[in-house]
T-cell receptor, first 111, second 114 residues
């Protein structure tokens, strides 16, 4: 039969508002986490990363929060712009050389 | 700015045929990866490669798949006998080294198996 793609969580925000995208990871041994942005027809683009010895890291307009207790990662985008519209993935990396991606969240910024 | 490049951008093949997907990682990078993304689904890890050998591979990366770094610049993924379910976007990524963890992805090759 026909395979059906996963239904992505979606988030719509007004331009200028802050966005929060959440991710639950699965492996308690993961010690490195990355947020990627993927625009239609393009490869994932690195946004920000964080190691497990930190619980917060800030970049330009973006902040990643890590809660190891509940295995939760979030990405905060300040003053969201139309160019931020994309699918956002978190990825986790346990010790070694593998990376595991989440399902993704589709962010739509309304001008 | 250095970038990962991939060729071709789109490959159409018949079921059972062999395909080779090509990648040129960023020139001073040491770690190389292949991922796939079936339409509408998440990015899935296939294999990582370091020091001219596979360092990790997933369950997806079975005997039909192989990787090679035939020269100092190219990194290839070969699928020996393609199946319909191999249709996906295939992304190559590279990373400078263990102390620099950011992976940089190429634009992907869309593989369509008919």
């Amino acid at each position: 039969g026909e395979s059906v793609g996963l239904h992505l969580p979606t988030l719509s925000v007004q331009e200028g508002d802050n966005s929060i995208i959440n991710c639950a990871y699965s492996n308690s041994a993961s010690d490195y986490f990355i947020w990627y942005k993927q625009e239609s027809g393009k490869g994932p683009q690195f946004i920000i990363d964080i190691r497990s010895n930190m619980d917060k890291r800030q970049g330009q307009r973006v902040t990643v929060l890590l809660n190891k207790t509940v295995k939760h990662l979030s990405l905060q985008i300040a003053a969201t712009q139309p160019g931020d519209s994309a699918v956002y993935f978190c990825a986790e990396s346990p010790p070694g050389n593998q990376f595991y991606f989440g399902t993704g969240t589709s962010l739509t910024v309304i001008p | 700015e250095p970038e990962v490049t991939q060729t071709p951008s789109h490959q159409v093949t018949q079921m059972g045929q062999e395909v080779i997907l090509r990648c040129v990682p960023i020139s001073n990078h040491l770690y190389f990866y292949w991922y796939r993304q079936i339409l509408g689904q998440k990015v899935e890890f296939l294999v990582s490669f370091y020091n001219n050998e596979i360092s990790e591979k997933s369950e997806i990366f079975d005997d039909q798949f192989s990787v090679e770094r035939p020269d100092g610049s190219n990194f290839t993924l070969k699928i020996r006998s393609t199946k319909l379910e191999d249709s996906a976007m295939y992304f190559c990524a590279s990373r400078a080294g263990p102390s620099t963890d950011t992976q940089y992805f190429g634009p992907g090759t869309r593989l369509t198996v008919l």
